[in-house]
Every structure is written in C-alpha cells, then in structure tokens.
C-alpha cells in the first residue's frame, strides 16, 4: 500500500485516544474502515492556519472544522498574545459568531480556552455580524478578537477569523507569527477549562453604540427624513443581519422595512436557498418576489455574517440585480459627491478598493481630487492602509468586488449593517432628483466610461485540486496568453514575484505590495484579467474587466452586450 495512506491512517489512530471525545472517536474508526479518500480528505493536512484564519468543512479529522483545530488554534493565538503583549495584565479579547451550525459551541470553547490561559474574554451573548466583532474590538480595548463563521460558503463549512489590536484581520508580521505557533502547538498542549470568571457576556450595549456609530455616517438626514417610507426589502438570509440591519436602518429614519419571514429565522441550513452567498442571484429571489407582492422599490440581503451585502433595485417596473462593483461605484460615487456637496473634502482624504476591483471607482476618485489606493485582494489589506494613515488622512470609504464596503474608521472590517444604511440613504438622494439609483449608474458610465466586470470561479476540491490549481498557476506564469479576446497582452503583473513584464518576459517595472500568487493579464484595447487561487474556498478564481466609452444611456444595452461577448471570448481562450 501507499507509504502516504500509510501515513494518514497513523495520523488518524492518533485521533483514537482519550485526548478526543467518544463521538470523535467512533466517526475516525468509521474512517478508518471506509472509504479511503474520505479519509485521505480527512487527514491529509492540517486545516491550513491562514493569514485571516481557519475555514473549511466541519467534521472529524486534521483538516476539518472541529473543536480540536478551533482549540490548537485558540491555544497558539493565546500563547502568541502573551508574546505581543508581554506587559499586559489581562490582555483581552473579544469572541462572536454567526448562525452556522456549531458556531455557538466553537465559539463557547474559543472563549473558554482563551480564559483558561489567564485573558479576559467579551462573548456575545448570541448571534452577531462579524464587523460588530471588529467594532467590539476597538472599543472595549481588546488586543485581539475572533469571530467564528465562514462568511457565505455553504452550510458544510464553518471558520475561524483571527484579528489583532486595530480591529482589522490580522496582518505581517502578526499572520506569519501566528501561523509559526499554530505550527509548533499540539493538541495536547490545549488548556481547555479553568478561570472561567474572566468570560464577560456582551450584547445590546454594544449594539446601541456600534449603530449610533453607523448613524453618525449619514450624510443627508434631511432627505431621508422626507422619503422615509421607501419599502424597503431586507432578508438576513438566516443570518446574522437579523436584528442589527434594521436597528442601523430605522436609526437612519427609514420606517418601511419588509421582511421575508422565512428567512428571518437563524438557521445554519440556509433552508431557503441553495447557498447563503448575496453574490448569487438566486438568493436573493425570495426578497424580490416579496418586494413585487408589497410595491417595495429596493431590496437588500445579507451573508451569513453580514459582512456582504446584495442589492436588487426597481427599474422600468422590474427589478435589476446589481453586481458588487456597481453597488461599490455607486456608494463611492455618493459619498464623494455629499462629501463635496457639504463642503467636507479637504485634500486629505481617500477611498481604497482591491487590485481585482472595478477602475471605475478609481475615475471618480480622481474628479474630485481624492487619492485611491489598490490593495491585494482581502479586506485586511484596506484595514491596514485605514491604520497606515490614521491621524493623517481621513478614509471615507472603499470595497471589493465581492459585495463588501466600509465607511469610516470605526469599523475594520466590510460592514454589511453600515452598507444597508447607505446604500438605502443613496437610494433616498438619488429619489430626491426624481432618478433611481440605476439611472445615477448609467449616467456615470457617461461621464467616467463604460465598465463590465465578470467572475468565474472554478472549483477543484481535496488534495487534487488543489495540486490542479497550483498547476494551472505556473502553466500561466511559464506560458501566458499572447492574445486575449482579439487583442494582444502588452502587460502582464505578477504579484509573486512583483514584476511587471511584457509579454516577452522582460522586465519593465516593479510592483510595491505584498507577495501573493496573482497573475494580470493587461491588453491593448483596455481589458484586464486576473487571475488567482482563492484563499477561502478550494477555487481558482478569474477576473475579467473589459471598458468602452459610452456617449449616451441609450447605448448602454448595446455595450453591455459587446462587454458581455468580448468576456466570453477571453474565457474561451482561456479555456474556461
């Protein structure tokens, strides 16, 4: 038999003794006698320690989401915690979670662990959106805080999100260090009782400060105050939004809030939908049909966590699916101008997006004279650029592709609950000039050029796929496209080696970001394609923009659809 099986099936039978629990051990004997690749799934690794944390499928194994990796992790940022903060005396964390099944045990044990080791804990009494945690964090002085949940992967999976003193995820040199005492820490060194008096329960007092917080953000209460009964769908889709969207939103003066019943219910089934993730249409169905049964003109849905948000919004008498870089522009685009309009730009300010973000946000950055950063992909990389400029530069607000956004400094995190507020706040401005916020959309595209975006991830489970994906990584950086889509690569961006090259190869500038396994692929006609493997889920993702210029609105089905057929061009010749 193969040595490596061989090596596994050790692995496992270290899984039989008393340090586990006898449920744990009756499901590794199950393994055992099974189905090999199970098991090799199973145990072939250690669920990886990220640089943002754990996330993966939950059950039995070295590779899974269960209270033994959640402990050896907790007991490694315990004892990295007592290495950063020598001086501290408690150092203290905070803990939340979101509906997922297990999520309250995991983070029950988080918070027992880390009490056990002698630091003072803030645990939510219940459910809580992860940019809360972040808040949390900031507030009650924490060093450190995890949230468990695996944001909007499928119910199979749970995770662990790690942050540091600043309330963002963490970042170098803290991620690495972390990752190096994950690496040298065992299940046996686990402390899992003992000083449970240190475990302080939180909950609405938070709530009430963290949404005044998001209040404070508002920048046309006056306008809300005389469309303040727009119908408004929201659905937490089982999550974590539930109570927390609504507060923010009726603190902004909003009084026409539709639920959708079914999905008001915390449930880490997600029995409503196929998967919780606001990136698909189809999650958000539910809230459109009830937004046509009630007359309601925008709806909004949230991820598990409510870090995410999707919008859909009433336009020619039918709804209209936004994608995350048009919500990202239009929030963008709204804050600059009531920012400009109040007389609040000082030159000091900046947005921030991702590399794999629309340029468009970029464009309307530069008309009203306000800097924009690109960071990797990963809102910590926009937290570490708010705490690089803090006292300095005032941040007023930024996003990624994938349907998360922030406004102001007081959260670390893509804030969903903040995001339902301004977005709805928008809506209402843009009301006020007799448009829809789709009719803002197309008049930007007007004035800063057409931009389509596209994503098509590919998805290659266990330990093959993820050899498939590194594979396909370096048969794109050893061999890449000379044409894309009709037009000729004239730069490709490799963020490993932080080069920029032509297409021959030859080196023609440097990139100054953190290393990351990213590939761009930049054409003559404008066009740019990135590609990267995901850091959160067993996927290798594709990234496609593509731009015209656009003389009138009434072009704007015409170019949507040529966007559209150049995109599917470049994924044919991409293989995809």
């Known amino acids: 038999m193969d040595t490596s099986i061989e090596l596994i099936k050790d692995k496992a039978k270290e899984w039989l003794t008393d340090s586990f629990d006898e449920a744990t051990r009756q499901e590794v004997k199950r393994l055992l006698e099974g189905d090999e690749k199970e098991l090799i799934d199973a145990f072939y690794r250690d669920l990886e320690f990220g640089t943002g944390g754990l996330r993966g499928i939950m059950g039995v194994g ?3 989401m269960n209270i033994y990796t959640v402990g050896r992790a907790t007991q490694a940022l315990a004892n990295y ?69 695996a944001s909007h992967n499928p119910k199979e999976y749970n995770g662990y999100k790690a942050y540091w003193d600043d309330g963002g995820q963490v970042v170098p040199p803290h991620d690495k260090n972390i990752i190096d005492q994950v690496g040298c820490t065992t299940f046996t060194d686990i402390k899992w009782s003992g000083q449970e008096h240190l475990i302080k329960i939180i909950g609405k007092e938070i709530d009430e400060v963290y949404t005044d917080q998001i209040k404070s953000l508002s920048l046309s209460p006056e306008i809300v105050s005389k469309f303040n009964d727009i119908k408004i769908v929201y659905t937490p889709i089982h999550g974590t939004g539930v109570k927390l969207v609504p507060m923010a939103l009726a603190k902004y003066g909003f009084t026409n809030i539709i639920h959708v019943e079914e999905q008001d219910v915390p449930d880490g089934n997600f029995p409503t939908v196929k998967s919780p993730n606001p990136e698909e249409s189809a999650a958000l169905s539910l809230a459109i049909e009830k937004a046509r049964q ?22 020619n008498n039918d709804f209209i699916l936004l994608n995350g870089n048009q919500t990202g522009s239009l929030l963008i685009y709204y804050l600059l101008t009531r920012w400009h309009e109040n007389k609040k730009l000082t030159g000091k300010e900046y947005v921030v997006k991702t590399i794999v973000t629309t340029d468009l946000i970029e464009e309307i950055a530069r008309k009203f004279d306000v800097e924009c950063y690109n960071v990797l992909t990963g809102f910590k990389y926009i ?16 996003g990624e592709e994938s349907y998360g956004y922030l406004a102001g400094e007081f959260v670390r995190d893509k804030d969903a609950v903040m995001a339902c507020a301004l977005i709805a706040e928008a809506y209402a401005w843009a009301k006020s000039q007799g448009k829809s916020v789709f009719d803002l959309l197309l008049e930007m595209y007007v004035q800063f050029g057409f931009y389509k975006e596209s994503l098509v991830n590919v998805t290659k489970k266990g330990k093959e796929g993820q050899e498939e994906i590194a594979r396909m990584m370096e048969n794109y950086r050893q061999n890449p496209p ?67 210029t656009m003389n009138s609105v009434n072009q704007f089905a015409e170019l949507d659809a040529q966007a559209s057929e150049r995109i599917q061009a470049i994924a044919r010749e991409l293989g995809l």
């Not at 925008?298 to 948000?309: F, G």
Request: proline letters at 5%; aromatic letters at 8%.
């Open 62 to 64: 070295t590779n899974r």
């Open 81 to 149: 915690l007592k290495k950063a903060f020598p001086h501290l005396n408690p150092i203290k964390v905070a803990v939340a979670h979101d509906s997922r099944n297990n999520s309250r045990l995991f983070a029950e044990t988080t918070a027992k662990i880390f009490a056990a080791n002698g630091i003072e804990v803030y645990l939510f009494d219940a459910l809580r959106p992860t940019p809360e945690l972040s808040f949390t964090i900031r507030y009650l002085g924490c060093q450190s805080g995890v949230v468990i949940t």
């Open 294 to 315: 009630t007359g309601a003109e925008l709806v909004m849905a949230t991820d598990p966590d409510a870090d995410r948000v999707g919008i859909a919004v009433k336009y």
């Open 383 to 398: 937290a570490e650029i708010i705490k690089q400029n803090e006292g300095k530069k005032t941040f007023i607000g930024g």
């Open 482 to 548: 000379r044409v894309l889509g009709g037009s000729k690569v004239i730069r490709i961006l490799d963020y490993q080696s932080l080069t920029v090259k032509d297409i021959d190869g030859n080196v023609l500038g440097s990139i100054q970001l953190p290393k990351s396994n990213v590939l761009q692929f930049l054409t003559d006609d404008g066009s740019k394609i990135t590609v990267r493997p995901s850091g959160t889920e067993p996927k290798i993702k594709f990234y496609f923009s593509v731009k015209s």
